[in-house]
């Protein structure tokens, strides 16, 4: 970092000239780029911006309006402040319209009671600067080494962010464009302080540009995505504050950096598993090892959108019946395949749960029941979305039914390794019955309509953009103000854009609905009346349901 005006304030060289700050002293932390001597009163138009000017004052304009002009022009360029030595000009006080001036534009005056030496001043602070621009190439250079060796290493999205959370030391998270997260880093903080209501948190930091830092969060964010289609976003979470004066944010090259790395990973990796289902295997295998404790893991699945907590719990495990054994490489694309197929299914029936896989052979799968959800036809449904899509994959590639085992309900995150393990058992020994039988006891088809579509498109980003270009505003609004006007807009499709059964059905009065409607039009620029503009937000809001399951 470059040197600060009150980091120079400091260097024993100017303590000797008994330095006084007599305006701009919350403008301190401006760094300082480089040290300018001149003694013209329209010294600005040689300056570039971030200059200390040391002066004299001797040839300073004597009138009032001159005075404030010599301010404002170096306040126009950027300086970083400008100090006046007394004792050629100036004895004990400055003129007042000049520290007036200079209080007014927030440019940092300093009067030095003692003569010095300036060109000792330039000397220790021209040091200062060229050894910070030493240190930002070696940290360039250093990040640029650590980020191409993750990539030319095939370095997994986790590592990825863990090395960012490192350099930066705070925390890391990748999220997609739902706001949800992909995977994370704490740098030690508690994960629950990170993660809690990230969702709401998320939507309400939109900072300008691909990169940017929002003062209010304290947020850094970037935008993930290469060849125009981005997919996520990678946000370094810091304490609210205001950066320093004039300065970018010093950690604008290292998350860039990591988006990149992350961006070439998903074109270089397409043939490996997702980054989601990366993420559900990692949770699955800590309920399995105990790697996770019980705390973490419902915090990580309520972060990646499956809530475990309160609900019902099935353990689900599938396998495909041994048939020639297959190359290495081909057994890991038909794992990946069959891991993918079993996720397709869960999406087909909108249910809410982990998908990963859990050895070369076995897919794992962790169903949270909601209390309005019946056991027995979820399991049903589910068995018969998987043994339809096996089908219809069976057309171009022989590939043997699987096997459906499922282990006892159980009531909480705790038991959750159990009703696993048992799931586990049960399909090590259905592998041995004949292939007809009961490995396809389940075989209704879930009526999967236009709900059913999106919740099959769910992970794709085009999806997750319509639903950001359609409801974005009015969900950044809700956040911000915590406000019920997507709960309005709702009602108002539900009840088939019957604005009194509506206003019924919100427990409104109709002057008191219509005006959230019409606040409605404001911020999403639509046209309510009109019935292909209410056809995209009604669909854009089955989409938010079915990315947000």
Known sequence: ??????????????????????????????????????????????????EL???????????????????RDLADVGVAGLVIEFGRRYFDTL???????????????????????????????????????????RTSEAIHQVFNELVVEGAEPVEVVRQVARIAGAPVVLENLAHQVLTHDPAGRPEADLLEDWERRS??????????????????????????????????????GPLPDDGPHPNTMLLERGASALALNRLVVRDRESLERQTHRTLLSGILTHALTVSEVALRAQALGVPLESRRLVGVVLRQRRGPIPAALEAQARLRDFTELAASAVRACRLSALVGALDDEGVGVLIALGPQQEEHASLDAFAAALRRLAAEAARDAAAPSPVVAVGSSVGSVRDARRTLLEATQVADAALHDAPGGRAAAYYRLPDVRLRGLLHLLRDDARLQTYVERELGPLLAYDAEHNGQLVRMLRIYL????????????????????????????????????????????HVALLALDAVRR
């Not at 000017?53 to 301010?71: K, Q």
């Not at 606040?519 to 620029?525: H, M, T, Y």
Request: hydrophobic letters at 45%; one cysteine or more; proline letters at 6%.
């Open 203 to 240: 939507r309400g930091v939109r900072p300008p540009g691909r990169t940017g830092h929002d003062p209010r969060s304290g947020w850094l964010v970037t935008t993930v995505g290469a060849r125009g289609q981005d997919w996520g976003r990678l946000v370094l979470v810091q304490d609210p």
């Open 494 to 537: 539900e009840q088939g854009r019957n604005k009194s059964a509506a206003a019924d059905a919100a427990h409104l009065s109709r002057p008191s609905f219509y005006d959230r409607l019409h606040k409605v039009e404001r911020i999403l620029g639509v046209d309510l009346d009109q019935v292909e503009s209410c056809l995209s937000l």
């Open 1 to 50: 970092m470059l040197p600060t005006v009150a980091h120079v304030l400091d260097l024993e060289v100017m303590r000797r000239g008994l330095p006084q700050v007599v305006a701009g002293a919350a403008h301190l932390e401006r760094p300082v780029r480089w040290v300018h001597v001149s003694e013209l009163p329209d010294v600005a138009g040689v300056l570039q911006g971030g």
């Open 95 to 137: 003129p007042r319209a000049l520290v007036h001036a200079a209080e007014q534009r927030g440019l940092p005056l300093i009067a030095l009671r003692r003569e010095l030496r300036f060109v000792a001043v330039t000397e220790a602070v021209h040091a200062l600067v060229v050894n910070a621009q030493l240190e930002q190439l």
């Open 53 to 71: 000017v040391l002066s004299t004052g001797i040839a300073l304009p004597e009138d009032r309006e001159g005075l404030a002009r010599y301010v």
